[in-house]
Each structure stands twice: as C-alpha cells, then as structure tokens.
C-alpha cells in the first residue's frame, strides 16, 4: 500500500507539473497580437546603472599634457557604485523620448603624484578630496518605420545634454580647483525590440556623433541592450536587465574630457 500510495502521488505530481508546464507554455506562445504589446503608448522605467567608471579630465592651456590629465578613478581610488535612470517614452511609431541619469562620486585620497588641476598643483602626500559629478540628459524622437506585432525597428535621434562638474579640494589651497563644463551633442542612431510572446522582450539601441568645430570638438556613443518581462501583461508592470555603454570624449575650449560609463542595469518598467 505504501508503495502504491508514494506511485500515485508521484503521478499526481507529475501530471501537476505537465499542467503547469503547459500554462506556461500557453502563456509563453500566446500570439503577441492577442496582447497587442506593441499598442502600448506610454513606457515609463526607473532603473538603477552600476557602471564602472572612465574619467579623465583636464583643463586650462596645458590640457591634454600628461601633468594636467587627472584620471579621477585612479589617483582617488573611485570605486563602482550604482545610480538610477529614469526613462519615458511616449506614441507608438512616433515616439517622444526623455531619460536622466545623474553620476555623482565623492573620494578623499593621499596625492600620489604631482600635477595641476585649474591652474592650481598639488604635490605628492597631499591630502585631496575630489567631487565629480556628471549630469546626463537625452531628449528625442524616434520613427518606428518597421512596426510589427512580434517588434520594431527604427531610428532616433536625440540631443544628449551632458554637464560635468569636477572640484579638487585641499587643505593646502585656499580655494577649490573646479572646471564646469557643458555640452549638448545631437546623436542619431538605430533602435529596436522583439516579442518573444506575450511577456518577454529583448531590445536595444546604438546612437552617436562626432562634432568638431573651433574650440568645440565632442564625440559621443550610447549604446543599450536589454531583457524586459511582465509577468502580467494586462497590468503592464515588469523588471528589466541591461548593458549600457555611455562614452563621452571631448575639448571645449581648453577643457578636455574622456568619460565613459560602462555596466549592467536593473530595474522596473511600466507599459500602457
């Protein structure tokens, strides 16, 4: 009896499993057009980029020479640490777009070795504190020229509005070394997303331009890729994972920067 008793639970759990596999299954091969998600005209997404850091800046007359190039991460020990990005889009083939991620890092570090920031030096065991902090704005519009039930492919083009604020504090000044440096940049680029069913979406998007003119000379790359699923399609609420790769390299007046940001994603979106 024992036996026969353990045989059909063992039964019983099986037949809940093929039950449940078949749900999901039913779920996951739903037609997207049953669920119409590529109707949806609003996206709103709150996620949170952990990149590892690039900044190297320099500024004044000198810039670009190798005792006033500062790589932050290095000379401060600037560690990992995550931001959120906030991202919305708004229509269907014809999409308005805005995103905003601010990277803020504040380190105190021993000078390890001579060199000028703002016109002012700062010798070797120096006690320093830098403050760097880099605002990221995107605003466009992209044309979904191929849109279909299963996904979309289209083209976007933005205006990436960057603002870079970096100080270096010490005992030893009297006053701060800061450079503040703005640079709105146009990108244009390709965008794209697919429906595997009625809950899964992968997607990405390439943008970028180089713009040289006088004094002003930028060269911008920002490039995603991501996982989306919505458990409950209806609701429209699901997490996304991600790579983003935000490369900035410029010279604005005598001011030079290359940054990059450069890491995995996570997060929530919201679709109707």
Request: proline share 4%; hydrophobic share 40%.
């Amino acid at each position: 009896m024992t036996g026969a008793h353990h045989a059909d639970k063992r039964r019983m759990r099986h037949r809940l499993s093929l039950s449940a596999c078949g749900v999901l299954l039913a779920l996951i091969a739903t037609p997207a057009a049953a669920q119409a998600p590529n109707d949806q005209i609003v996206e709103l997404g709150l996620t949170f980029f952990r990149p590892s850091p690039e900044l190297t800046l320099s500024t004044d007359a000198l810039a670009g020479s190798s005792i006033n190039e500062i790589d932050f991460v290095q000379e401060f020990g600037i560690e990992d640490k995550s931001f959120p990005q906030f991202r919305a889009a708004l229509g269907r083939s014809h999409k308005f777009r805005v995103s905003y991620v601010k990277f803020s890092y504040d380190q105190d570090a021993v000078i390890r070795r001579t060199f000028t920031f703002q016109g002012r030096t700062f010798t070797i065991n120096t006690p320093a504190t830098a403050d760097i902090t880099w605002d990221l704005w995107t605003l466009g519009y992209e044309w979904d020229f191929v849109s279909r039930d299963q996904g979309y492919v289209g083209v976007i083009a933005d205006l990436k509005y960057n603002k870079v604020e970096a100080a270096i504090t010490s005992p030893a000044l009297a006053s701060a070394a800061t450079a503040d440096t703005t640079a709105p940049v146009p990108t244009i680029g390709v965008v794209g997303r697919g429906y595997l069913g009625s809950m899964v979406s992968v997607g990405g998007e390439f943008g970028g331009l180089k713009i040289s003119s006088g004094d002003f000379d930028v060269k911008f790359t920002d490039f995603d890729i991501n996982a989306t699923i919505i458990p409950f399609p209806r609701i429209g609420i699901g997490a996304q994972v991600g790579y983003r790769s935000v490369i900035a390299d410029y010279i604005v007046d005598e001011d030079t920067g290359d940054l990059k940001m450069q890491g995995a994603y996570f997060g929530f979106i919201a679709r109707f």
